[in-house]
């Protein structure tokens, strides 16, 4: 095959974004990827989130939790729901790229304390043309990702909630049958809780939120039958917000997110290393377990202390609501060149009514050449028992 370049761009990008640009930017930058397989998972999916900074930990529960905290089902005040969110992808580049991602939940017990989730994410690489040989007739592929998973949240206080999903993922490059390339497939799982309290600030009752969530722990995933295995992009993610109600119809909350990839770093040749050394420490990595290598990731970069605490992102958000039926929402990303340099804004807007929202959110790079710029989001939310109610 020589027509591969298309699947490998494409990855390359999608796994590191924008990793050239961080080269471009002075030699004074010690570059340390971290190589994950898989990378559509930490794309996120709904356009409320993405119109806050690609921030959810800790963000008022909504039907599109299941991405960002399954947990905060719990805490949802309607029987069930349903989301429906399409993004393009890379479109600065291509035109056939999209994620589309199916979530929801439904309530269960009489008691109001549990609730099941599920999501379905299907990401599209697009038809990609392939040749045996120079002048023959193309053999078109269509490579794809995609994740099922399915929750389980509970109350196990009045103010917090913790909740579990196992998810399977599927992995097909599309590549030739005749080569020794196969579609991978692994299973991973998320822990996440969701903590809200209401606060005085003055004369006003404010809500205060806390989140986490430990996402796609589970098995490494491999293209080759077992001979080469990938880390899954398992992330830590912690996040804090604050809902103020500015009167009876307007409040803004403010919200922030701290996350990490659990995945160890890419050995680097050191100064001095000898050749068999460096193979033996490049070895011992293959040879890391992905629970294994979840610990290691907190020790383990090559820019020392320093290097751990640029592979931290940072996400801030903002949301306003006016009779919690029109939102506008802002929020900033940032992300170490060192590492990825992920930086930009996003903005997003949303409209209720009782039985569907509807939101979008556009992303705004604050670093040239980025592919990303100009993302766009929608999503459309069906509450279950606004429809119900229609036919009542």
Known sequence: MISKFRIGTLVILLGLFISATAWAEGDDIKYSPIEMAVPSLIIA?????????????????????????????????????????????????????????????????DNDLQAVGASLRYFSLGEVPQY???????????????????????????NYSMAVALRYIRSDMGVDPNEL???????????????????????????????????????KISYDEGTNNMFLPAKLALGTGLLYPIDEYNRIGVYLDLSKYMVPSVPQKKDGETDEEFTARKEDYKALSSISGMFKSFSDSPNGFKGELEEVMVSVGAEYSYNEQFFVRGGYFYESANVGNRKYFSVGAGF????????????ISTVPQNPLDQTLRF??????????????
């Open 45 to 109: 999916p709904d356009a409320r989130g993405g119109g806050m900074g690609d921030n959810g930990v800790s963000t008022l529960p909504d039907i599109g939790s299941q991405y960002w905290n399954a947990a905060k089902y719990a805490f949802m005040y309607s029987k069930a729901g349903v989301n429906l969110s399409y993004t393009p992808w890379l479109r600065k580049l291509v035109n056939d790229v999209a994620l589309v991602n199916m979530s929801g939940y439904y309530k269960i017990g």
């Open 352 to 363: 209720r009514m009782s039985v569907f929202q509807l939101d979008a959110a556009y992303l």
């Open 379 to 392: 999503s459309l939310s069906f509450d279950m028992d606004g429809i119900k109610n229609l036919f009542r």
């Open 132 to 158: 045996e040989n120079i002048g023959d007739q193309p053999i078109y592929a269509n490579p794809y990702e995609m994740a099922f998973d399915v929750s389980y949240s509970r109350k196990l206080s009045e």
């Open 181 to 219: 390339k196969h579609a991978g497939n692994a299973f991973a799982a998320d822990i996440s809780g969701y903590l809200e309290k209401y606060v005085m600030m003055g004369s006003a009752e404010a809500l205060w939120s806390f989140g986490f969530n430990l996402s796609n722990i589970g098995s």
